[in-house]
C-alpha cells in the first residue's frame, strides 16, 4: 500500500488529497495541517469581516470528517510537521492539542505550507492584526465587533484594499497606507489612479507614498511624520512563501525564495513535491521562476503533483498571473506582464487603451470600462492585460487570459467570435475592437503616443489638436489644445500650420478618424492612445486652470475602426 503524506490543506494539499484517493482507493493518504482549519475558503475572509458573508461556516468548506466519510481520507488538524527526514523518509510530527511528537512514514511527500504575511520589524508591530487563516480572520471580527472608531489597514494590495472596503461596510472609519505611490502594483499608473478615486469616493483615507514607521496606543505614525489615528491595525502588506520546512530539510530553494520545483512539481528531492503558495512556479511569457500566491494555481498544481505521484501523464503548468479584485463598485483584472515590468526588463512593447460600454450603448444599463493590452511590436503576441470598470471587466480579461494561453496574437483578437446579444455585449465586441486597433498598428496603418509622450511631444514641437465636441472641450482639455470637432476637420485642417500634430479626443475613436485623414494631407499626426479620458487618469494629468477640474463622464463611442 502507498503512503503518501501532505503537508498542509486548503486549495494546494486538499486538492492533492483528494485527486489521490480518486486515482487510488486503497493508498494511505494522511494529511497533516497545523491551524483547526482544513479546508476554507480563504478568499472569502475579507467578506466575513465585512459582513457580506455572515455566517463562518460558509467559509469552511469540508471538515475532517466530511473528509474521512467522502474520501477516507485522514485529516488530522492541530498536527504540525516539525522536521522530515529524507534518507528515511519520514516526517516527525506534533500534536498541538496532546502535546506529544510522533512521526510517520512516506512513499511520497507533499509539501503545501502556504505563505506567511510580511511583517515588518517597526516599533508595536505586534499589535497588528493580519489576515490570512480563519484563526486571523476570527480575531479581526472580535475586534471588529468591539466597534472601533477608527481603523488602519497598512498596505494596498488586494488583501489591504478589500479589506478596508469591509471594514468600511462595517460604518468604522478606515485609513490605506501604502508606501508605494499608487494601489495594487500589478497595475500600470493610468489604471491604478481611478481605482484610488474609487477608494476615496467610498470614504476611505487614502495615504500613499508614506510608510508606516511605529504603531503606538491610539495611532499609527508614519514615515513623514504624521499621525494617523487607529483603534484597530490590520497588516497587509504582503505575504512570502513558507519554507523553513524546506529549507531545513535541504530541499533547494529558488530565486524568488519559494520551494524549487520541476514541470511535475517534483522539489529537488524526487519523492518530494510541493504545490501552492510555497511553491515557485514557470512564468509563460519567459520560463523564469515566479511566485503566484493564487488559489487557481494551487488547485491545478495540487492535481498535477497527485497525477504524477500516480504516474499519469501530466502537463506543464506555467503562469500567466491572471487575478481580479472587487474594490467597491469596480471590478479590476490583470493577466501577464505590465508596462513596469516590461520596462524594468528592457523587452519592447506597444500598448493600446481603450474605454468601451460593457454592452450595447443603446441598451440600457452600460457601463464603461478602461482595457489596457500590451502586445509584442514586432510579432502582436499579447504580453498582458489590465482592464477596471463596473462591469464587463472579468470576462474580457478572461478572454485575454485565453488568448495569451493558446498563443492568439492581439490582431488575431479581432477574429473571436463572442456572443453577442445587446444586453450581454457589442456586435465589436471590446476584445475585437482590441485586436482591429492592434492590425492598425502593426501594420503602420497609423501610429499611436501614451500619455507619458504627451509633454515631450509638445516639447519637440508638435500641436496638440483636440477632435471633440465644444462642449466637452470646454469641459476639460490638455493645456495648449486646439479644438477642431471632427466633423469640421475635412474643412478646416488648413488652419493646422505645424507640420506634426498629436490629435486626441475623448477615448481615441474620433481621434483614429482625424488622424487617418490628416495623414493622408502630409501631416505627421499621431493619435493620442485612449485620448483625454486616458490621459486625465494619469500621473500626467494637469487641468487647465481656466476649466472645471472635474474630469469629464466618458462617452462611449460605437464607430467601426
Avoid at 500567466?320 to 519592447?348: Q, Y
Avoid at 506597444?350 to 440600457?364: D, F, L, M, N, R
Wanted: hydrophobic share 45%.
Amino acid at each position: 500500500m502507498r503512503k503518501i503524506v501532505i503537508v498542509g490543506g486548503v486549495a494546494g494539499g486538499m486538492s492533492a488529497a483528494t485527486r489521490l484517493r480518486r486515482l487510488d482507493a486503497t493508498a494511505s493518504i494522511v494529511v497533516l495541517e497545523r491551524s483547526s482549519y482544513v479546508s476554507y475558503a480563504n478568499c472569502g475572509l475579507p467578506y466575513f469581516v465585512g459582513g457580506v458573508i455572515s455566517q463562518q461556516s460558509d467559509l469552511l468548506l469540508q471538515t475532517p470528517a466530511s473528509l474521512h466519510a467522502r474520501f477516507e481520507l485522514d485529516v488530522r488538524v492541530m498536527n504540525e510537521v516539525i522536521s522530515i527526514d529524507r534518507g528515511a523518509k519520514k516526517v516527525f510530527v506534533r500534536d498541538l492539542e496532546a502535546e506529544h511528537d510522533y512521526e510517520l512514514e512516506y512513499d511520497a511527500l507533499i509539501l503545501s505550507p502556504g505563505a506567511q504575511p510580511v511583517v515588518p520589524p517597526i516599533p508595536g508591530i505586534e499589535c497588528a492584526l493580519t489576515l490570512r487563516t480563519v484563526e486571523d480572520v476570527e480575531r479581526i471580527v472580535t475586534a471588529v465587533n468591539a466597534a472601533p472608531k477608527c481603523a488602519v489597514v497598512i498596505g494596498g494590495g488586494f488583501i489591504g484594499v478589500e479589506t478596508a472596503e469591509n471594514l468600511a461596510h462595517r460604518g468604522i472609519p478606515t485609513t490605506i497606507i501604502e508606501a508605494m505611490d499608487q494601489v495594487l502594483a500589478p497595475l500600470d499608473p493610468e489604471m491604478a489612479i481611478p481605482v484610488a478615486n474609487e477608494i476615496r469616493r467610498n470614504g476611505v483615507d487614502l495615504r500613499l507614498g508614506v510608510s508606516v514607521a511605529a504603531i503606538r496606543d491610539g495611532g499609527v505614525e508614519l514615515s513623514d511624520g504624521s499621525m494617523v489615528a487607529a483603534e484597530m491595525v490590520i497588516l497587509a502588506i504582503g505575504v512570502r512563501p513558507d519554507v523553513t520546512l524546506a529549507r531545513d530539510a535541504g530541499l533547494e530553494i529558488g530565486p524568488r525564495g519559494g520551494i524549487h520545483v520541476d514541470e511535475m512539481n517534483r522539489t529537488s528531492d524526487p519523492a518530494i513535491y510541493a504545490v501552492g503558495d510555497a511553491a515557485e512556479k514557470s512564468d509563460a511569457l519567459d520560463g523564469e521562476s515566479a511566485l503566484v500566491p493564487l488559489a487557481n494555481i494551487a488547485n491545478r498544481h495540487g492535481r498535477v503533483a497527485a497525477d504524477h505521484i500516480m504516474g499519469r501523464p501530466v502537463r506543464s503548468v506555467p503562469t500567466i498571473g491572471t487575478a481580479i479584485v472587487k474594490v467597491f463598485d469596480l471590478a479590476i483584472a490583470t493577466t501577464g506582464w505590465n508596462e513596469k515590468r516590461l520596462k524594468a526588463a528592457g523587452r519592447p512593447f506597444q500598448i493600446i487603451h481603450t474605454h468601451p460600454g460593457s454592452h450595447a450603448g443603446y441598451y440600457p444599463g452600460a457601463e464603461t470600462m478602461a482595457l489596457k493590452l500590451i502586445m509584442d511590436p514586432t510579432t502582436g503576441s499579447i504580453l498582458g492585460a489590465q482592464g477596471v470598470g463596473r462591469d464587463g471587466v472579468d470576462k474580457r480579461i478572461d478572454v485575454i487570459a485565453t488568448a495569451i494561453r493558446v498563443g492568439v496574437t492581439a490582431p488575431e483578437l479581432a477574429d473571436l467570435e463572442l456572443a453577442y446579444a445587446p444586453p450581454f455585449g457589442s456586435a465589436k465586441d471590446p476584445v475585437n475592437m482590441l485586436g482591429y486597433i492592434a492590425e492598425n498598428l502593426l501594420s503602420a496603418l497609423t501610429e499611436n503616443a501614451q500619455w507619458s509622450d504627451v509633454a515631450g511631444l509638445c516639447a519637440s514641437g508638435y500641436k496638440i489638436i483636440d477632435v471633440r465636441s465644444a462642449g466637452e472641450f470646454a469641459a476639460g482639455a490638455i493645456l495648449g489644445a486646439v479644438n477642431i470637432p471632427v466633423d469640421e476637420i475635412r474643412t478646416r485642417f488648413t488652419e493646422i500650420s505645424a507640420p506634426n500634430v498629436l490629435v486626441t479626443c475623448q477615448v481615441g475613436q474620433r481621434g483614429h478618424t482625424a488622424t487617418m485623414f490628416l495623414r493622408e494631407q502630409g501631416i505627421n499626426a499621431v493619435n493620442l492612445d485612449g485620448g483625454y479620458q486616458t490621459w486625465s487618469h494619469s500621473p500626467a494629468y494637469v487641468p487647465d486652470v481656466k476649466l472645471d477640474e472635474a474630469r469629464p463622464t466618458t462617452e462611449m463611442e460605437h464607430a467601426g475602426v
